[in-house]
Antibody, heavy 118, light 110 residues
């Protein structure tokens, strides 16, 4: 059974940092792109970042470039999102998702809430 | 990177058909056959129901169908059922391994 389990969410002050992790199981992790997608409270979905199967290429939405870093460990079957210089507008539930292509995300985690507030 | 445009809400009676639109530009929907649709019930993770414009993942009822014309993609739900009441999001490849979502359409079953 394919499973994606996010962790690391919480409350942080503006300008602070958080590291989200997503543990994968039930599939050949290295065969899939991995992505982070977020959803602000009561709002729609927003794609945040992608990482290629072997981790050699990463891509970000403009609003997080220079602040967020996506990485993966294929041996550990995990993908992470390091979030620095957090802003109030980064407050959202963050989902990790797998995809054979973009945007064919066929499995999603349950999400982890990040709250940025003073 | 502007979001794709979706109507905020659509409603229909059980058994009816509803069609949801998703309008982009030549830079995204108009140039690629990588359009997906996701269904999201409150408090739940999104679920992929259409990918590659028209394809359905295993287990998704054939009541759900997708299409595209020019810069606009569409999702049709035929034979609307109570459990179809949810938010629906379109997403398109936007080049350079990036993606865009629409703002979402809330489907209400009357």
């Amino acid at each position: 059974e394919v499973q994606l389990v996010e962790s690391g969410g919480g409350s942080v002050q503006p300008g602070g940092s958080l590291r989200l992790s997503c543990a994968a199981s039930g599939f050949t992790f290295s065969s899939y792109w991995m992505s982070w997608v977020r959803q602000a409270p009561g709002k729609g979905l927003e794609w945040v970042a992608n990482i290629k199967r072997d981790g050699s290429e990463v891509y970000y939405v403009d609003s997080v470039k220079g602040r967020f870093t996506i990485s993966r460990d294929n041996a550990e079957k995990s993908v992470s999102l390091q979030m620095n210089s957090l802003r109030a507008e980064d407050t959202a539930v963050y989902f990790c998702a797998r995809g054979e292509t973009i945007p064919t995300w066929d499995y999603w985690g349950q999400g982890t809430l990040v709250t940025v507030s003073s | 990177q502007s979001a794709l445009t979706q109507p905020r809400s659509v409603s229909g009676s059980p058994g009816q058909s509803v069609t949801l639109s998703c309008t982009g530009t030549i830079s995204n929907i108009g140039s690629y056959s990588y359009v997906s649709w996701f269904q999201q019930h409150p408090g739940k993770a999104p679920k992929l129901i259409i990918y590659g414009v028209t394809k359905r993942p295993s287990g998704v009822p054939d009541r759900f169908s997708g299409s595209k014309s020019g810069n606009t993609a569409s999702l049709t739900i035929s034979g609307l059922q109570a459990e179809d009441e949810a938010a629906y999001y379109c997403s398109s490849y936007a080049g350079y391994y990036t993606a865009l979502f629409g703002g979402g359409t809330k489907v209400t079953v009357l």
